[in-house]
């Protein structure tokens, strides 16, 4: 049990697209989902708290009109990074709470040219 | 001081050790404890929960939790190769708030 799914897995595109990134859990309803990010060999890096119904909690340093989450029901988060730069390219990993506990998607790995 | 410290590693031991991680923390707000582990290019997994002091054990796996040393740990008994991947420690108080994660262990086992 306790399964989120991220997608897609892998997107690679030119500098000054818009990406967009979904998490969904599939067998369990998440009030909340975080959104990290990950830099090789490096801890997650937690970007915002993004709540069903509301507006999402970014984190100290995350720009909110560059990372765009939506959290329109309980089983589906969406990470839009708008005009992604190169320097936007990294592991973008979500988690959906379940009680205390996170269970966390595979990944998107965002390379941008 | 940082709310969690996990040793990054890397750690090396040879197929069938017996591996120990361990975290310390310095707030004692935290309540929950988990471990994950991280392949590489995946999302992190959830291994083993607490929320007592105390010893949990899963199959080759416990999780150690002593509240008042502000102190956890992983033991991994009869390791094997697929056990290589980075362990990451992560601990939360009440509630949907965010986890707070160690920077995680990397640990290879060697055939």
């Known amino acids: 049990g306790a399964v989120v799914s991220q997608h897609p897995s892998r997107v690679i595109c030119k500098s000054g697209t818009s990406v967009k990134i979904e998490c969904r859990s599939l067998?369990?309803?998440?009030?909340?989902m975080f959104w990290y990010r990950q830099f090789p060999k490096q801890s997650l890096m937690l970007m915002a708290t993004?709540?069903?119904?509301?507006?999402?909690?970014?984190e100290q340093g995350v720009e909110k009109d560059k990372f765009l989450i939506n959290h329109a029901s309980l089983t589906l988060s969406t990470l839009t990074v708008t005009s992604a730069h190169p320097e936007d390219s990294s592991f973008y990993i979500c988690?959906?709470?379940?009680?205390?506990?996170?269970?966390f998607g595979d990944g998107t790995r965002l390379s941008i040219l | 001081q940082k709310e969690v410290e996990q040793d990054p590693g890397p750690l090396s031991v040879p197929e069938g050790a017996i591996v120990s991680l361990n975290c310390t923390y310095s707030?004692?707000?935290?309540?929950?404890f988990m471990w994950y582990r991280q392949y590489s290019r995946k999302g992190p997994e959830l291994l083993m929960y607490?929320?007592?002091?105390g010893n949990k054990e899963d199959g080759r796996f416990t999780a150690q939790v002593d509240k008042s040393s502000k102190y956890i740990s992983l033991f991994i008994r009869d390791s094997q190769p697929s056990d290589s991947a980075t362990y990451l420690c992560?601990?939360?108080?009440?509630?949907?708030?965010?986890?707070?994660f160690g920077k995680g262990t990397r640990l290879s086992v060697i055939a």
């Open positions: 988690s959906a709470g379940q009680g205390q506990a996170q269970h």
């Open positions: 992560a601990m939360g108080g009440s509630g949907n708030t965010p986890l707070v």
């Open positions: 707030n004692s707000a935290f309540q929950y």
């Open positions: 607490t929320y007592s002091s």
């Open positions: 993004s709540n069903e119904g509301s507006k999402a909690t970014y």
């Open positions: 067998d369990f309803q998440a009030t909340t």
